[in-house]
Nanobody, 125 residues
Framework: QVQLVESGGGLVQAGGSLRLSCAASGRTVSRYTMGWFRQAPGKEREFVAAISWSGGRTYYADSVKGRFTISRDNANSTVYLQMNSLKPEDTAVYYC??????????????????WGKGTLVTVSS
């Protein structure tokens, strides 16, 4: 089993920045593909970003490309999402997910093996 705990959410003005963290415990996640997803009220959970085992490969949704950066620290079992130039449409609950094995591209939410409980990001205009 893997436990994931997100942190770093909050209220920020448009144009601001936030850094989300996802701390993993239980089994080592160094062999898991990690992803960030988000879910706005009334909408389905959507893919935001993914990172490979080593951190050498990343993939982003078009809506966040150039503004968000995903990274990971396997020694500390932590995954990060640096979010810059935030927009009101980025408002959502952000979830960290872990998928056993290697995967890349737009990861389907239904294909993740473990989830955290999420952290709320609110961007005011």
């Amino acid at each position: 089993q893997v436990q994931l705990v997100e942190s770093g959410g909050g209220l920020v003005q448009a144009g601001g920045s936030l850094r989300l963290s996802c701390a993993a415990s239980g089994r080592t996640v160094s062999r898991y593909t990690m992803g960030w997803f988000r879910q706005a009220p009334g909408k389905e959970r959507e893919f935001v970003a993914a990172i490979s085992w080593s951190g050498g490969r990343t993939y982003y949704a078009d809506s966040v490309k150039g503004r968000f950066t995903i990274s990971r620290d396997n020694a500390n079992s932590t995954v990060y999402l640096q979010m810059n130039s935030l927009k009101p449409e980025d408002t959502a609950v952000y979830y960290c997910g872990a998928k056993i094995g290697q995967a890349m591209g737009v990861l389907p939410a239904g294909g993740m093996d473990y989830w955290g409980k999420g952290t709320l990001v609110t961007v005011s205009s």
